[in-house]
């Protein structure tokens, strides 16, 4: 049921809108629950601080690899040899995380020097923690919206929908279950947890595409999508990173 077609616009229109609303719902009671649990205080300013780093590494880097990129050159592929996508996908998921894992390690280690930088005024121990945990977060996400263009591209909206509302729900578990036990620590493995999620939720189905009809790409053929993409990509990564840079 989860990966069900839905071939027409207006489903699909519906369909999304639908979703989006519940994400605002489960998002509105997140919030809520943050407020209610901490107010105005230190511990949610350290929380909200420890996503500067994190949320830098996905405007400026993640997003190049951007699903709105990718579609029309998964298309192009298709188009030239049936089955091709999943193959491009795959080796583009593996360039994916090796890069976005040697920047996160290096932001890792240099992270109680840069979080002076980005959190001036802030000083708890426990930021540092919080942004070393919360670099999973923007690998996992960047990873699923690579997988959230095959299911768009295949028409499973649902997949693609439903993923923001695990996010929330991850965050609300964190906040709920994981804080009481661990701590701050608790409320970044929430997050992490829905970005887990918001990842796995997609990845049976990209499985079943590449047992079924992958084809090889050579990586010459992997290089030349890539540029494509990254060319693409580039001005929304900029404006992106603009903001976080601001």
Do not use: C
């Not at 918001?198 to 990845?203: G, I, P, Y």
Request: hydrophobic share 55%; glycine share 8%.
């Amino acid at each position: 049921a989860m990966g069900l077609q839905v071939r027409g616009m207006h489903q699909a229109a519906y369909l999304l809108a639908l979703f989006a609303l519940l994400s605002q719902v489960l998002a509105l009671l997140r919030d809520r629950l943050l407020a209610g649990s901490f107010g105005a205080s230190h511990t949610l300013d350290v929380y909200y601080a420890a996503f500067r780093i994190p949320d830098l590494l996905f405007a400026t880097v993640a997003s190049l690899l951007s699903l709105y990129a990718l579609l029309p050159i998964l298309s192009r592929l298709e188009a030239e040899k049936e089955g091709s996508t999943v193959g491009f996908l795959s080796k583009a998921l593996l360039l994916f995380f090796a890069v976005m894992g040697a920047i996160a390690a290096g932001l890792y280690l240099a992270a109680p020097y840069l979080v002076p930088l980005v959190a001036p005024g802030i000083e708890s121990e426990h930021l540092v923690l919080l942004t070393r945990i919360l670099l999973l977060q923007p690998i996992l996400l960047g990873a699923s919206n690579v997988l959230a263009s095959l299911t768009q591209m295949r028409h499973r909206f649902l997949l693609y929908a439903v993923s923001p509302l695990l996010y929330n729900l991850g965050i609300i578990f964190g906040i709920t279950m994981l804080y009481p036990h661990l701590g701050m620590a608790g409320l970044a493995w929430g997050v992490v947890a829905g970005a887990v999620m918001h990842l796995l939720v997609q990845v049976p189905f990209f499985l079943q595409e590449q047992g079924e009809v992958s084809q090889q790409v050579p990586m010459r053929e992997v290089w030349r999508g890539m540029r494509e993409v990254l060319a693409l990509s580039l001005p929304r990564t900029l404006s992106l990173g603009a903001g976080q840079f601001s």
